[in-house]
T-cell receptor
Framework: GAGVSQSPSNKVTEKGKDVELRCDPISGHTALYWYRQSLGQGLEFLIYFQGNSAPDKSGLPSDRFSAERTGGSVSTLTIQRTQQEDSAVYLC????????????FGPGTRLTVT | AQTVTQSQPEMSVQEAETVTLSCTYD???????LFWYKQPPSRQMILVIRQEAYKQQNATENRFSVNFQKAAKSFSLKISDSQLGDAAMYFCAYRTPSGGGADGLTFGKGTHLIIQP
């Protein structure tokens, strides 16, 4: 079946602009995760959605970051007023509910802020 | 907070040889899961192997096996008969089962594995 998809694959934006990154999880996966991968910080967990429940936002690096998940499926990560330090690869993963279940990752969106 | 340490930024091995990647972690939990993920240049993270902390038997998946030492908080990955397709970044990751998975994965910094033909 189809895996996790993310769009766009690459995004170049000017400092101060807003960007939206999209994630389509595997059908039937109620858990969805966002991670950020950068050279300086490695892989960081950002946010988690379980079904339609309100997400735990404590991992988001600043209040410029927000995420939503519509209808328990597609998720959008929005970064407002982008800064150069936001440049990174943003990875999305989905899984069944529960810590033992494998997280399936998408190919990521490479964000470059100029 | 949990931490995961991979002390080898880069490893190189001859094709068909065996290589071991190291990982240590720090936690106060008694129940948790450990993972090795592979990330080739395509950026796609792929699960290689998983270990449940309550299981004493080391996990094995074909040419990949782990040496899980719970008391030492060590979780190394052994790749036997290395193949060119094994070349990638390898990440060790940790997760607790609590909260239904709400805590996400904690990753190490990664080891870049080079396969010499």
């Amino acid at each position: 079946g189809a895996g996790v998809s993310q769009s766009p694959s690459n995004k170049v934006t000017e400092k101060g602009k807003d960007v939206e990154l999209r994630c389509d999880p595997i059908s039937g996966h109620t858990a969805l995760y966002w991670y950020r991968q950068s050279l300086g910080q490695g892989l960081e967990f950002l946010i988690y959605f379980q079904g339609n429940s309100a997400p735990d936002k404590s991992g988001l690096p600043s209040d410029r970051f927000s995420a939503e998940r519509t209808g328990g499926s597609v998720s959008t990560l929005t970064i407002q007023r982008t800064q150069q330090e936001d440049s990174a690869v943003y990875l999305c993963a989905s899984s069944l509910i529960g810590g033992a279940y494998e997280q399936y990752f998408g190919p990521g969106t490479r964000l470059t802020v100029t | 907070a949990q931490t995961v340490t991979q002390s080898q930024p880069e490893m190189s091995v001859q094709e068909a040889e065996t290589v071991t990647l190291s990982c240590t972690y720090d936690t106060s939990e008694s129940d948790y899961y450990l993972f090795w993920y592979k990330q080739p240049p395509s950026r796609q993270m792929i699960l290689v192997i998983r270990q449940e902390a309550y299981k004493q038997q080391n996990a094995t998946e074909n040419r990949f096996s782990v040496n899980f030492q719970k008391a030492a908080k060590s979780f190394s990955l052994k790749i036997s008969d290395s193949q060119l397709g094994d070349a990638a970044m390898y990440f060790c990751a940790y997760r607790t089962p609590s909260g239904g998975g709400a805590d996400g994965l904690t990753f190490g910094k990664g080891t870049h594995l080079i396969i010499q033909p």
